[in-house]
């Protein structure tokens, strides 16, 4: 089964551009705009990996959506993707994430994401 990942930005540029990264080596992709869709994608959805970028243009709302995430149980493994610095000091013991990433290279956010979830195998959607 293919690996769903969750891309949460405000910025539909980035959609286009980590959609279709992602999309092209295998992934199954969701976007979310702010932190309310993608609380929804969450309960609705069974993700491998969510890439957040912490600044969704409501102040704290990404910081505060990383934070919240790292309480599911299990916690849904996370890469914080952001222009902004990334070790930010206002997520919590790093948000929980095992990787933090400045946005733009998406060779290395792809790489990120396969060290993370493994090959992908291609195959049917769920």
């Known amino acids: 089964m293919r690996k769903r990942i969750l891309f949460v930005d405000d910025d539909v540029d980035w959609h286009f551009l980590v959609n279709g990264s992602l999309r092209d080596a295998g992934y199954d992709v969701l976007i979310a705009n702010d ?13 491998d990996l969510i890439v957040l970028d912490v600044d969704l243009g409501g102040g704290e709302e990404g910081i505060e959506l990383a934070n ?40 290395e956010l792809l790489k990120t994401v396969q060290t993370m979830l493994g090959p992908n195998d291609g195959g049917s959607d769920r």
């Open 35 to 47: 932190a309310g869709e993608a609380l929804r994608h969450v309960d609705e959805n069974k993700l």
């Open 68 to 107: 919240f995430l790292q309480t599911g149980n299990p916690p849904v493994p996370m890469i914080v993707y952001s222009a902004e610095p990334v070790q930010d000091p206002r997520l919590r013991n790093g948000s929980g994430a095992r990787f933090h990433l400045q946005k733009g290279n998406m060779e």
